[in-house]
C-alpha cells in the first residue's frame, strides 16, 4: 500500500539540503581547480582544513542574509541569480580580509578572479538544476485534507499560499454529506468511505486532519485513519501543518480552545538566566547606540532639511505585563501628525516627510529604542510594542492579543523580519500570528531546557539585517 508514495522533503529538510548541497559544490569546485590548474591560493590539505570550515561558515550566514535560503527565493531563477551575486561577492571579500583563519591574500590579482568565479559558478549550477529539477517536481506533497465543508476554502487558501508545493488533492467533508455544491475542478471531494482506497491509488505524502467536530469522525472514517497510520502514512493535525509550513500561530482557527492550545510557560526565573540576559541587553543596547553616534550627524543634517522639527520623538507603548512605557525614536512625520486622531500608520502615509520615509525603510529611526533597552523596558528581540488605543481595540476583537505582553517587546520581531507592512486591524492579526509563534517556541525552550530559544533569535537577527539592506522597513 505504500508503494505509490512518493520521497518528499519538509521546509526545514529543504532548507538543511541547500546549505548542505552550496557548501559541497563550492568545495567540490575548488578542489577540481586546484587539482588542474594553477590555481595555488586555496589548496586542501589534511593541515589547512579549517579553511574549508571558515568558508562554509561564510557561505551559510551570508547566504541567509541575502536570502538563499527563503524558499521562495530559491526557487524563482531570477531572484536566486540576485542572491547568488550578493552572497558570493561578500562571501570572497569577507573571506580575503581574515586570513587569521584563511589563506594568506594571493599576491596575483588572478588568483582572487578564480576564487570567485568558483564560488559563484558552483552556486550558480546548483541553484538552476535545483530550480529546474527539484523545485518544481520533487518537493511536490500530495495531501488529503479531513475538515467541515463551511471551513475548507479558508484552510486550502491558509497552507498553499504559504507552500506552493503542498498541494490539497482530495477533500472528505467531516459534516457527513454525501454532496454539496463544491467548486474546486484540481481538488476532488471524496466520500469518507472511499479515503482508504484513494490513498492506495494516488501518490498522497499525508492526511491532514482538520475537523473540529468530533462527530464528524465516524467509526469508519478513524478504522481507514487507524490503518493508514498502519501502513506507514502520516496523519497530522492542521494546526501542526500550518505552523510548520507558515512558522505563525492559526489563532483564526483555534480561537475557541487558544489557551489550551498555547503553552503558557512564563519566562525563566533562574537568577542566574535573568542576569545572563539582562547583561546581553546593557552590551547590545551599548553597541548600538555607539553605532548610532556614528550615524547622529546624518540624521540631524537630514532631519534640519528634510523634516523641519524636532529630531527626537516619544509615544507611549504597551510593554511586558501590560505596563505602558514611553518608546524612544528619531521623527519621521510632520508636525502634529495625529491633530485628528491616532490611526495606523499606512504603506504610503503622506504624513511620512521624505527623509522620514528614507529613516523607516533603513530602520535608522529605531536606533533611540537602545535607550528603552538599556532602562530595561524592552528587549532586543521579541514582539513590537503597540499604542495603548490600537491594544484596546485590536484586544476586543482578539482577546488573545493580550498574550504578547508575557514577554518584553522587542527592537525587532519574528513578525517584523517576516511581514512586510500592517496598517489595519486585519494585518495586525498575521502579525500577531507571528508573534505567538515566537512566544511559543521561546516558551517551550524555556520550559524544557531553561534557556532562550537561540536559533530562532539568530534566525531573526539575519532576517533583519536582510531587511535593511533590501531597504524594506516600515
Known amino acids: 500500500m505504500n508503494s505509490n508514495k512518493k520521497i ?17 559544490f563550492i568545495l567540490l569546485s575548488l578542489y577540481v581547480i586546484s587539482s588542474i590548474f594553477d590555481f595555488k591560493y586555496f589548496r586542501f590539505s589534511t593541515t589547512n582544513y579549517y579553511w574549508a570550515i571558515v568558508l562554509a561558515v561564510y557561505v551559510n550566514i551570508f547566504g541567509s542574509v541575502f536570502e538563499m535560503y527563503n524558499l521562495q527565493v530559491a526557487s524563482n531563477q531570477f ?65 488529503i485534507l479531513v475538515c467541515d465543508k463551511e471551513q475548507f476554502q479558508e484552510l486550502v487558501t491558509g497552507i498553499e499560499n504559504a507552500d ?55 467509526v469508519s472514517l478513524y478504522n481507514q485513519l487507524i490503518h493508514l497510520l498502519e501502513n506507514g502514512f502520516i496523519i497530522r493535525e492542521y494546526t501542526q501543518v500550518y505552523e510548520a509550513i507558515t512558522q505563525r500561530i492559526p489563532v483564526q482557527y483555534v480561537s475557541r480552545d487558544f489557551y489550551r492550545y498555547f503553552p503558557f510557560s512564563r519566562s525563566n526565573q533562574n537568577h542566574l538566566y535573568l542576569l545572563v540576559s539582562r547583561l546581553t541587553e546593557v552590551l547590545f543596547s551599548l553597541i548600538g547606540l555607539s553605532i548610532g553616534l556614528l550615524f547622529f550627524p546624518l540624521i540631524l543634517i537630514g532631519n534640519f532639511l528634510g523634516n523641519r522639527g524636532g529630531l527626537f520623538y516619544s509615544q507611549k507603548r504597551v510593554g511586558k505585563n501590560g505596563k ?19 490611526v495606523f500608520t499606512t504603506a504610503n502615509d503622506s504624513r511620512v516627510t521624505p527623509f522620514g520615509k528614507f529613516m523607516r525603510k533603513t530602520r535608522l529611526d529605531e536606533f533611540p529604542q537602545f535607550i528603552n533597552i538599556l532602562k530595561g523596558d524592552m528587549a532586543i528581540i521579541g514582539p513590537r510594542p503597540e499604542r495603548p488605543i490600537f491594544v ?56 524544557y531546557i531553561k534557556h532562550r530559544s537561540i536559533f530562532l533569535d539568530i534566525n531573526i537577527f539575519i532576517k533583519t539585517f536582510s531587511t535593511v539592506l533590501f531597504y524594506r522597513g516600515q
Open 164 to 218: 506552493p508545493h503542498y498541494k490539497i488533492i482530495a477533500f472528505v467533508n467531516s459534516d457527513g454529506e454525501d454532496s454539496f455544491n463544491f467548486k474546486y475542478k484540481t481538488i476532488k471531494n471524496i466520500h469518507p468511505n472511499d479515503l482508504e482506497i484513494f490513498v492506495s491509488n494516488n501518490s498522497i505524502s499525508e492526511i491532514v486532519i482538520a475537523s473540529q467536530k468530533t462527530e464528524g469522525i465516524t
Open 79 to 143: 531572484q536566486i541569480i540576485k542572491s547568488i551575486i550578493l552572497t558570493s561577492s561578500t562571501t570572497v571579500l569577507i573571506y580575503l580580509l581574515t586570513p587569521i583563519y584563511t589563506p594568506v591574500l594571493p599576491s596575483n590579482r588572478l588568483q582572487i578572479i578564480i576564487f570567485f568565479v568558483a564560488i559563484f559558478g558552483s552556486l550558480l549550477l546548483w541553484r538552476i538544476f535545483y530550480v529546474k529539477f527539484l523545485a518544481s517536481h520533487r518537493f511536490i506533497k500530495n495531501a
Open 324 to 342: 505602558v512605557f514611553k518608546i524612544y525614536k528619531y521623527r519621521t512625520m510632520v508636525n502634529n501628525a495625529e491633530a485628528n486622531g491616532a
Open 8 to 24: 518528499h522533503f519538509e521546509v526545514s529538510e529543504r532548507k538543511i539540503l541547500l546549505k548542505i548541497f552550496d557548501v559541497i
Open 392 to 447: 484596546n481595540e485590536i484586544a476586543e476583537i482578539m482577546p488573545f492579543y493580550e498574550t504578547r505582553h508575557v514577554i518584553k517587546p522587542g527592537l525587532t520581531g519574528w513578525a517584523q523580519v517576516n511581514y512586510a507592512y500592517g496598517d489595519s486591524i486585519e494585518d495586525s492579526l498575521v502579525k500577531l500570528q507571528y508573534d505567538l509563534y515566537y512566544i511559543k517556541h521561546r516558551s517551550i525552550f524555556l520550559y
